[in-house]
């Protein structure tokens, strides 16, 4: 018995080993339960800034989407086409990091713009592919402690205002009662007694139980409004330029930036795959194949409304827990993201959570965006020039975005570009970087 066991611990190792469905899907699901409550609550983000009301039909549709393009671009990862796709257990979605690039852009310049520039910048991330092993010595830990520490400062502010009411709130007696905070005090008092408290499935998907819990108690306080799910179809089809397509300028800039750093955010991700699941370094095809089916994934879900897609690290660290890289469990997760996208009557019921509740959640993995930041920061060595490299990028980075009026007397295209506060960030910490010498 023990030696069956041994061979099936071994067999789960095999990228290529096709386990029964029994065990497939269930492991297939805890992937999805895993980054379910951070795909999509950029979609809700973005619909928000967008001035879509909070649970309408447009912030549906968003939802859907997200959730079916990260299906379409995980199979691409897992089963391939040709070179496109790493041929790992990697799960796609709408990385937090596209946020503060994207709010910005909706509301210098619409929707239209948005969706031009990511499929353009999907375009171009697909390109990436071919040259992102050079690449990798422009980023070393300092420079992605930095780009990471900053994309979680950057949003913590949006945390903050939705569990305390949301935007629409603001400036009214409604805004920050405790009937708010309280609802986004239960989901982070849940997800930290989850995560700490137990162990298996639970843990790994405390923040979207979290959420559930948050949910059902403003369920019972009657916070919470069905009228809208009723109204929703079963299924629906992808509806193609469902938001338009408009070449912009600052969109387009913004999000081949975003590229850059996504696709070095996968070559991470799929090297700790396969270090922490295979015990190997990754291979130049993996790597190169993983990136391009990053810009595949992202350049069709912008034709269809959804938001850029890119590998979800938190299931990295799943794999290194579980130890299970055969990429056909993740195919199985990645089927059922697709099915569940399909039915808008998913995407209604979504769209009901109170903003109070996504607040809860969002202040959560936001910080923990942070933390990822600080923790590759820790890899540094402290001298005078890192230090000044950190304090220069976060200064002016976090306070142009603080201050956008400072910027007033600028074109449009370089406001919404500098005001994001990652992208001067990321500029000044690679440029710094490179033209500061090493010794002090």
């Known amino acids: 018995m023990a030696s069956e066991a041994t061979t099936l611990d071994e067999r789960f190792r095999d990228p290529n080993y096709t386990p029964p469905l029994a065990q497939a899907i269930p492991l297939g699901i805890q992937h999805v339960l895993a980054m379910f409550a951070s795909n999509i609550t950029p979609a809700i983000i973005v619909s928000i800034a967008a001035g879509f009301s909070f649970g309408s039909t447009e912030m549906v549709y968003m939802i859907q989407m997200v959730m079916v393009f990260a299906g379409i671009s995980t199979l691409i990862q897992t089963v391939g086409l040709g070179p496109v796709g790493a041929r790992l257990p990697v799960v796609q979605g709408t990385s937090f990091a596209f946020i503060p690039v994207m709010i910005p852009v909706v509301k210098g310049a619409g929707m239209g713009a948005l969706f031009g520039g990511v499929v353009i910048g999907g375009v171009f991330h697909f390109f990436l592919g071919t040259v992102i092993g050079r690449m990798r010595s422009w980023l070393p830990p300092l420079v992605t402690g930095i780009v990471v520490l900053t994309i979680g400062l950057a949003l913590i502010p949006v945390g903050i205002k939705y569990a305390a009411g949301g935007v629409p709130l603001m400036g009214k007696p409604e805004f920050g009662t405790f009937q708010h905070w309280g609802l986004a005090i239960v989901v982070v008092v849940v997800t930290l007694a989850l995560k700490f408290f137990t162990r298996g499935m639970l843990s790994t998907a405390a923040v979207l139980v979290g959420l559930l819990a948050g949910y059902l108690v403003a369920l019972v306080l009657g916070m919470v409004n069905f009228g809208r799910v009723g109204g929703a179809a079963w299924f629906a089809v992808p509806n193609p330029l469902h938001f338009g397509f408009e070449v912009n300028a600052a969109a387009v800039i913004g999000m081949c930036l975003?590229?850059?750093?996504?696709a070095i955010e996968t070559v991470g991700d799929i090297s700790g795959i396969t270090k922490g699941g295979a015990g190997r370094?990754?291979?130049?095809?993996?790597?190169?194949?993983?990136?391009?089916?990053?810009?595949?994934?992202?350049?069709?879900?912008?034709?269809?409304?959804?938001?850029?897609?890119?590998?979800?690290?938190?299931?990295?660290?799943?794999?290194?827990?579980?130890?299970?890289m055969s990429?056909?469990?993740?195919?199985?997760?990645?089927?059922?993201?697709?099915?569940?996208?399909?039915?808008?009557?998913?995407?209604?019921v979504v769209a009901t959570m109170p903003i109070a509740v996504l607040g809860g959640g969002v202040i959560v993995m936001f910080g923990m965006v942070a933390s990822a930041g600080i923790n590759m920061l820790s890899e540094v060595r402290w001298n005078r020039r890192n230090m000044l490299i950190l304090?220069?990028?976060?200064?002016?980075?976090?306070?142009?975005?603080?201050?956008?009026?400072?910027?007033?007397h600028l074109p449009a295209t370089l406001k919404i570009l500098l005001t994001s506060g990652l992208l001067p960030a990321a500029f000044l910490a690679v440029v710094l970087n490179l033209a500061l010498p090493e010794t002090d």
């Open 281 to 324: 370094e990754a291979t130049d095809r993996e790597i190169a194949g993983g990136t391009m089916a990053d810009g595949v994934g992202t350049a069709l879900s912008g034709l269809f409304g959804g938001l850029p897609n890119t590998s979800f690290s938190q299931n990295v660290g799943l794999v290194s827990m579980t130890g299970v």
């Open 258 to 262: 975003m590229a850059v750093v996504s």
């Open 391 to 408: 304090a220069i990028s976060l200064s002016v980075g976090l306070g142009l975005q603080t201050v956008p009026e400072a910027l007033q």
């Open 327 to 348: 990429r056909h469990v993740v195919t199985c997760g990645a089927v059922f993201l697709v099915v569940a996208g399909l039915i808008p009557k998913v995407g209604a």
